[in-house]
């Protein structure tokens, strides 16, 4: 959740940003300014004379580009593992394609003009063309062009990359290439800072799996910044200080002593139950993205999966991933943390997440998205199916279907899903019969019929993110009304009382997998509102366990009822962070999920 | 000169790993490899070229030989796109 801290000392010269935090952690250092700027190519006449010499120095740059990449591909893979390390192959094939450096050979010598001059002419061609094209994938293959481009105009001027690097720094960029976040990583790198990029950016799915703090997104923070000007980027919330003061610097190391100590304290609790003290009994589990994320879910004691978010399996991927390749990633879910359970929810893309098609739309949060697109695409939403099922039979896989807003569509993919249990049948394949079935509540729609949703799965999981925007009308996305995104607005409080209310009254499972979930702010009063299941970042879980511990159930139902009788979000937001206060007073406040 | 009208029948389409798959059986005949797509022509043999067609599933081409192999390589060719680019 990005948000202002109430209680952040701040100072009129320092820079307080806002970004997305997709890497979490907190690094404090000077600036490091990865420029991506183009390379300067200046178009230069050559003399007969010159073309061979100038053909050696292409070949030799060629060479060059060759090897850095095969180093970077075989760090990546050594790093990431195969599949992560693939995104580099597309550049490593097109430096093989001779059909591009015949003519490139051939221009150097007729036009008699200098390597670099037709080097990039004759690659910009192909980039312009990519870059403008209506498919997604092709696009992002444009930046794959552009790196390559410059990592050849880089060798022919003979410029080493920047490596070593002096001093330990926070690298900030417009945009890093997958190769330039690896890269940098090998030196002593303490956080990335960048303007542009998302959750999913390979910059962001690099910096988790390196573990190092991100935070994208950070509009003109290039301009903002000189080599060395001392920076804080804070990975759990997304917030970025430029020019921090005495203060603030002060605040921030605390934080960050805090979290390690705060984390050390919590392994404690890593066995025990989440249940507060007069015995309700809460599901505390985890949001996955990634497999590589499990160990970290074990460590902090996590009651199982409470969101597999498969649409990961589609980052930088070409095809949707085969039933077989699916029923296999899944059954490792599944066995990795067995006996207890995981909930798999179906592809959910289109929105703000990646687009598996070419379709451009005016308005993809409204749009083609979640299960609009699955029960269009029956094919692949089969293939999911049957690849789920088949991950279920030690019985402890639930599937869960995203951006549900009617009945029918509800009714649709279980038809799907019953279809897909024949096939495995008459195929002899074992599966759990009775898997359980669930629907994401994150339209307003979906919420005002919870009760009717609820008759016909066997839980609920809120989706406070979108749920949020839609009720709000408030892209969070959009600068100029992204604080007006609220999870504290008296609307959405009372509309969780409902949906928790009318769900639990069909006697179903109510639980939240959006970010509020895994807000601390929020533990309390979703705990008295009548929230059974927690879902958060794994970051979190150790923090929200105890604040249910220390919770009595019978206190929770108190706050949740006065801030229901709330008129403000301000007001909500301070009674809360009053009472979290005086009852935690080391709990370090404010960073959400 | 031979041509041939294909249809793109693979989930992928042309992306990187079907695209490399076409240029390298392309490279294997001395003819000359044309793609030519919404009037757009790029040479067969250049998998920067091919990666440039954004060519999706469905997507309708016209491809182009002319050398001795000729006949050759539009069978070998054509036999690639029928086969989906061999993609699971």
Redesign the interface.
């Known amino acids: 959740m990005r948000k202002v801290m109430s209680d952040q000392p701040r100072q009129a010269n320092e820079i307080l940003l806002k970004g997305i935090p997709a890497a979490p952690g907190i690094a404090i250092g000077p600036s490091l300014i990865f420029h991506k700027t183009l390379p300067i190519v200046e178009e230069r006449l050559l003399q007969p004379s010159e073309v061979e010499a100038e053909l050696d120095r292409l070949r030799q740059a060629v060479a060059r580009s060759k090897k850095e990449l095969q180093k970077i591909f075989r760090f990546a893979e050594e790093k990431l593992g195969d599949e992560e390390g693939k995104i580099f192959e597309a550049q490593l094939l097109i430096l093989e394609d001779s059909v591009l450096f015949d003519t490139i050979f051939l221009r150097i010598r007729t036009e008699l003009r200098n390597a670099g001059y037709i080097v990039y002419d004759e690659i910009e061609k192909y980039h312009r063309l990519m870059a403008s094209s209506r498919d997604e994938y092709t696009r992002e293959r444009a930046l794959d062009v552009e790196d390559l481009r410059n990592r050849i105009l880089r060798n022919l001027q003979e410029e080493k990359l920047v490596s070593k690097l002096q001093t330990s720094a926070i690298v900030v960029s417009h945009v890093l290439a997958a190769a330039d976040t690896l890269i940098l990583s090998r030196n002593d790198i303490l956080g990335y800072l960048t303007e542009v990029g998302g959750v999913t950016s390979h910059t962001a799915l690099l910096a988790r799996a390196l573990k190092i703090p991100a935070v994208v997104g950070v509009r003109h923070v290039v301009s903002m910044v000189k080599e060395g000007t001392p920076v804080i980027i804070d990975g759990y919330g997304g917030n970025v200080i430029i020019h921090p003061s005495e203060e603030t610097l002060r605040f921030y190391q605390e934080k960050k002593r805090k979290h390690k100590e705060f984390e050390d304290r919590l392994a404690d609790l890593r066995d025990l139950p989440a249940e507060t003290p007069d015995g309700r009994q809460i599901e505390l589990v985890a949001n996955v993205e990634l497999v590589e994320e499990l160990e970290f879910v074990h460590v902090q004691g996590a009651d199982g999966i409470g969101l597999y978010r498969s649409e990961t399996l589609l980052l930088g991927k070409e095809v949707f991933p085969t039933e077989d390749e699916q029923a296999d990633h899944y059954a490792l879910l599944a066995d990795s943390m067995f006996p207890k359970m995981i909930v798999i929810r179906t592809f959910d893309i289109g929105g703000d997440k990646m687009m598996a098609h070419p379709v451009r739309e005016s308005n993809p949060f409204l749009g083609w998205r979640g299960i609009r697109v699955m029960l269009d695409k029956t094919n692949v939403f089969m293939d999911q199916l049957r690849a789920i099922l088949r991950a279920s039979s030690r019985k402890n896989v639930k599937i869960m279907f995203p951006m549900v807003s009617n009945i029918k569509e509800l009714r649709e993919a279980r038809r799907y899903l019953e279809e897909a249990k024949r096939d495995l049948v008459e195929a002899n394949i074992p599966f759990d019969e009775k898997i359980k079935v669930g629907v994401m509540i994150e339209v307003p729609a979906a919420a005002v019929i919870t009760e009717d949703l609820a008759k016909e799965v066997d839980f609920l999981s809120i989706g406070t993110n979108d749920l949020i925007q839609y009720l709000l009308a408030v892209d969070r996305s959009n600068d100029i009304v992204s604080s007006l995104y609220q999870e504290f607005h008296p609307a959405v409080v009372r509309f969780l009382r409902r949906i928790i209310e009318r769900g639990k009254k069909e006697g179903v499972t109510v639980g939240m997998c959006g970010e509020m979930a895994g807000d601390p702010l929020a533990t309390v009063l979703l705990l008295g509102l009548g929230l059974d299941e927690f879902s958060v970042v794994p970051m979190m879980l150790p923090e929200i366990k105890k604040i249910i511990r220390s919770t009595k159930y019978r206190d929770a139902r108190r706050v949740a009822k006065h801030v229901l009788s709330l008129q403000t979000e301000d007001e909500v937001k301070s009674y809360l962070l009053a009472w979290m206060k005086k009852r935690f007073p080391d709990i370090p406040q404010g960073e959400g999920s | 000169m031979i041509e041939r009208e294909v249809t793109i029948k693979?989930?992928?389409?042309l992306?990187?790993?079907p695209a490399?798959t076409l240029?390298k059986l392309a490279?294997q005949f001395k003819s000359d490899f044309f793609i030519n797509k919404d009037g757009f022509e790029i040479?067969g043999?250049?998998?920067?070229?091919v990666?440039?067609l954004?060519a999706?599933q469905g997507a309708e081409m016209i491809l182009r030989f002319s050398g001795e192999d000729e006949n050759d390589a539009m069978a070998a060719v054509v036999e690639l796109f029928e086969r989906g680019f061999d993609?699971?």
């Open positions: 693979n989930r992928a389409g992306h990187t790993r490399a240029v490279a040479n043999k250049s998998i920067i070229g990666m440039t954004a999706e993609e699971q």
